[in-house]
T-cell receptor, first 112, second 115 residues
Framework: GEKVEQHESTLSVREGDSAVINCTYT??????FPWYKQEAGKSLHFVID?????DRKQSQRLIVLLDKKAKRFSLHITATQPEDSAIYFC???????????FGIGTRVLVRP | GPKVLQIPSHQIIDMGQMVTLNCDPV?????FYWYKQILGQQMEFLVN????????KSKLFKDQFSVERPDGSYFTLKIQPTALEDSAVYFC?????????????FGEGSRLIVV
């Protein structure tokens, strides 16, 4: 089955800098890659996604990149702000899209 | 935004006993999911559920596990009997539809400790 590896367990960045979280996956059939964010004491919520028919997507300060050849995708949080501090989870699923495989999560800390 | 509520938030139970974890999904959502996260490990898919039936389940969804949503009430995960390895945080999620681009809405999790 699919395996998703999330390479950074923690990231500490200065406010205003960028944070980059990298994930790799194993199943070439995976075609949808969402990212979820979990703030302290709250549930996971969706932040951004990318499908395999594109290699870049941006939503405000978030950019996701997808390299299908390398089976790698990444989340770039630009111009970080304190409210970006959270655990971020990458995930992958196949074309049916109903069974997400998650990474272990990356704790991002934005320092003032 | 839409919220998924999970009850209880945590429970300690003796091995061999039964436990029911309750999930109140987002109203008008039709698809429901359970994920399991053992401490320090990844959150893993257990099962998804639609129209009264299990659609898919993983190998983690043992015979001792069952799910149901009687009459549009709570979506429940029942474990009977519990084992030590069932200790984990169980996350419920719901979505309005299925397929690609399908956003899941998660609850805050139910922490189960089996002693």
């Amino acid at each position: 089955g699919e395996k998703v590896e999330q390479h950074e367990s923690t990231l500490s960045v200065r406010e205003g800098d960028s944070a980059v979280i990298n994930c790799t996956y194993t199943d070439t059939a995976s075609s949808y890659f969402p990212w979820y964010k979990q703030e302290a004491g709250k549930s996971l919520h969706f932040v951004i996604d990318i499908r395999s028919n594109v290699d870049r997507k941006q939503s405000q300060r978030l950019i996701v990149l997808l390299d299908k050849k390398a089976k790698r995708f990444s989340l770039h949080i630009t111009a970080t702000q304190p409210e970006d501090s959270a655990i971020y989870f990458c995930a992958a699923t196949d074309s049916a899209g109903n069974k997400l495989t998650f990474g272990i999560g990356t704790r991002v800390l934005v320092r003032p | 935004g839409p919220k998924v509520l999970q009850i209880p938030s945590h429970q300690i139970i003796d091995m061999g006993q039964m436990v029911t974890l309750n999930c109140d999904p987002v109203s008008n959502h039709l698809y429901f999911y359970w994920y399991k996260q053992i401490l320090g490990q990844q959150m893993e898919f257990l099962v998804n559920f639609y129209n009264g039936k299990v659609m898919e389940k993983s190998k983690l969804f043992k015979d001792q596990f069952s799910v149901e949503r009687p009459d549009g009430s709570y979506f429940t995960l029942k474990i009977q009997p519990t084992a030590l390895e069932d200790s984990a945080v169980y996350f419920c999620a719901s979505s309005p539809h299925r397929g690609l681009g399908n956003t899941l809405y998660f609850g805050e999790g139910s922490r189960l400790i089996v002693v």
